[in-house]
Every structure is written in C-alpha cells, then in structure tokens.
C-alpha cells in the first residue's frame, strides 16, 4: 500500500521531493509535520549530487517506503491521517 496514489509516477529526484511533501501534510500536527519537512528537505539536498540511475531508483523506493510505513504508523496511532490523538480524544467528549 502507497501512502498517496501517484508514488508509482515518482521517478526524479524532485518528484520524490515533491510527493513526500505532499505526504507530510498527512501527518496529524504541526510538530510532527514540521519535523518531517526538515528531514526530507534535508535528505534531498544531501542527495543533490547524485547522478547515477540506479542509485536514484533505490533511493526513490526507500524513500517511498519510509514515508508510507510513517504514514501507517500516525495513521495506527490516531485513526485517521491528518488527525492527532488530542483531536481525536476531545471528538469523543461532544
């Protein structure tokens, strides 16, 4: 399971930027989506560089990967993407 449909289209360096940004936004607060952006900003410009093909394929998979086991982690935790346990708690109370 892909965490956003199109992640079989990432096939580019900023593709996969893109979409993992877009994935970010899935996530349930600011903190967290915060801390993720950091990460795949920095990851994409640690890997500016690199030009070989097969290199780039594997990293595209891992980071696909990663951003849908994260996802389904949130996802687990609180129920829904893009919704924190706090959210989800007080929705109880009403």
């Not at 877009?22 to 607060?29: A, H, N, V």
């Not at 600011?30 to 690199?50: F, G, I, L, M, P």
Request: with cysteine; aromatic share 6%.
């Amino acid at each position: 399971m892909t965490p956003l449909p199109g992640a079989e289209l990432v096939r580019t360096p900023l593709q996969l930027y893109r979409y993992l940004l877009r994935c970010c936004k899935l996530l349930p607060s600011a903190a967290v989506q915060t801390h993720y952006r950091h990460t795949v900003r920095q990851s994409y410009n640690s890997h500016a560089d690199e030009d070989d093909p097969d290199r780039i394929r594997a990293i595209v998979q891992r980071a696909i990967s990663d951003a849908d086991w994260i996802l389904n982690k949130y996802i687990k935790k609180t129920g829904s993407p893009g919704q924190d346990a706090t959210a989800q708690n007080n929705s109880d109370r009403n």
